[in-house]
């Protein structure tokens, strides 16, 4: 029997490898255009590191006018869950992550498909068919018993692990033998026929760190399971060939796998992709730095920023700062541009870890919140809480306008107030502007604490000076004038000049007003919060006071 037909008994085969290679032809593509991938298994869970790594294979297809694909790697039936992957096509598209190509909740788009790698087993078997008959593939027979006691043998003699060298005993199995085997029943498995010298150095150069050495690789992986279905290494190879991915860009924990990679792609005869191995986002844990885990922190997951009221846009900003070290530069340099005219540059990322900044990631989210309108700050609010506070989103929809106007308050200026870095703490922020939620624990009284005193600045200037339509200047005006009245300096410098002439200042004078309508003694500008609340709360908390 020769080796086409050895290769026929050990896998069957709808076509052969020819008939996929002219199927899934090269594209039509600019030589400088990218075709980059998100390939997500479908658990359903997309952590901070895998969006970052998405956002980059998206930048650098759409900013090179090429192709960034979905595909689906499901070959581990275990690990996938129900609607895993319409989840992660959620929370990417939230991010704004989209794609060219790949698989869609409503189906397959693109030429290149199917895009989900448990519908591709047959072109799977068909490249490992031809390995088999070029010699450069064979089957397994090895059970599980005699691979664990080879594992227990190299452990005790501290050998390296693996089905190598000695170890390796299918590997040089007769065809008549394998064929007995098969007769026999006996199961198997198709192993890569490695002759690559774990002593000797495999050079190659990383998109992103430069240029690297590691070991050979001389493991005779598996390549097609039990199951029929392919393991990750040889799926990756053979759908990044056919579906004619030029860079791979992907976490740097896979660095490890390059020499089997690339080792793959030159025993099938495929064009190596560019590899881009992606440092990780890191995070300080007593003393120590460690990479972002899903299992330990909750700023791996997605859900996190959204239960917070993060909004997207600011984590997604936050990101392109942590990938390209002149994003903020060029950022202030241009700010009159869109954030997609910025161009990532593979040069600039970082080599090593970044750690994760939470109080960079506010400040720019307190900077983006600044640049939005009223009405989209009231929109992102209500969403957050409609999710998370009920009670406060009932409350928003109850006075649309007139929570419109409290977000607005220092907001169309120059320099707008940047109190909001999340939405999770906006009820905190503007609660006491609402008479349903004005029930304060305490009063943050500062330097006036006299009850007779503060009754009598409440009489005097609400009742003789206060005026709702006056103009601003007109307003503070009119306090100085109450406050001087009293006994108390119009001006900071004449009252920091000489203390001891007056009961205290103008500042001292307007915290019993700011705390007496809010609790508060640090607010927006009290002259909006005065015009907003009007005169009946406005009295109705006097009473309070009192």
Request: hydrophobic share 35%.
């Amino acid at each position: 029997m020769d080796r086409k037909e050895f290769a026929d008994k050990l896998l069957k085969t709808k076509h052969d490898f020819e008939y996929y290679e002219k199927l899934y032809p090269k594209r039509d593509l600019d030589d400088k255009a990218m075709v980059t991938r998100y390939a997500p298994s479908p658990t359903g869970f997309v952590h901070l590191g895998a969006l970052y790594a998405a956002f980059i294979s998206m930048k650098m297809a759409k900013q090179s006018n090429g192709i960034f694909f979905l595909r689906i790697e499901d070959t581990d039936q275990k690990r996938s869950i129900e609607d895993g992957v319409s989840k992660i096509i959620t929370d990417l598209a939230n991010f704004g992550i989209t794609f060219d190509e790949g698989v869609t909740v409503d189906g397959d788009k693109g030429e290149y498909g199917p895009y989900t790698q448990s519908e591709r087993e047959d072109i799977y078997k068909a490249f490992a068919k031809k390995l088999i008959i070029e010699d450069k593939a064979y089957p397994c027979f090895c059970s599980p018993e005699s691979l664990k006691e080879d594992r227990e043998r190299q452990e005790k003699h501290k050998e390296r692990i693996g089905y190598y060298g000695y170890y390796a005993r299918c590997r040089n199995l007769s065809i008549d033998d394998a064929l007995k085997k098969i007769e026999n029943g006996e199961k198997y498995i198709i192993r890569l026929k490695s002759k690559g010298n774990f002593n000797h150095r495999f050079k190659f150069k990383d998109e992103i760190k430069g240029k690297m050495e590691l070991p050979e690789n001389d493991q005779d992986i598996v390549i097609i399971k039990s199951d029929g279905l392919p393991t990750y290494h040889f799926a990756h190879a053979v759908d990044d060939h056919l579906m004619r991915t030029t860079h791979v860009i992907r976490g740097d924990e896979w660095l490890s796998s390059i020499p089997v990679h690339v080792q793959l792609f030159e025993y099938l005869g495929f064009k190596v992709p560019k590899y881009a191995h992606i440092s990780p986002i890191t995070i300080e844990d007593n003393g120590t730095k460690r990479k972002l885990s899903k299992r330990k922190d909750p700023e791996a997951a997605i859900s996190y920023y959204h239960e917070k009221g993060i909004p997207n846009k600011a984590v997604m900003l936050y990101l392109e700062t942590v990938a390209n070290s002149n994003f903020e530069m060029w950022m202030s340099q241009n700010k009159d541009k869109d954030v997609s005219e910025f161009v990532l540059d593979f040069k600039k990322m970082p080599v090593g870890g970044s750690l994760f900044d939470y109080d960079k990631l506010m400040n720019i989210s307190k900077n983006y919140i600044s640049t939005l309108k009223a009405s989209e700050v009231y929109d992102m609010t209500l969403n957050w809480a409609k999710m998370y506070d009920n009670d406060f989103a009932l409350l928003l929809k109850k006075y649309k306008d007139y929570s419109i106007k409290i977000f607005n308050i220092e907001r169309e200026q120059k320099k707008p107030r940047k109190d909001i870095g999340y939405f999770g703490e906006v009820k905190d922020q503007i609660w006491y502007m609402y008479d349903e939620l004005f029930k304060p624990d305490k009063y943050e009284w500062q330097r006036i604490t006299d009850m007779d005193e503060i009754k009598h600045i409440l009489d005097v200037y609400l009742n003789k000076y206060y005026n709702i339509s006056d103009d601003k200047d007109t307003w503070f005006n009119n306090m100085k004038k109450a406050a001087i009245s009293l006994g108390y300096a119009g001006e900071m410098r004449e009252y920091k000049e000489n203390p001891d002439n007056y009961k205290g200042s103008i500042a001292d004078f307007s915290t019993v007003v700011r705390v007496c309508l809010t609790s508060k003694s640090n607010t927006p500008d009290l002259y909006e919060i005065m015009r907003l609340l009007g005169k009946d709360k406005m009295f109705k908390r006097v009473e309070m006071v009192i």
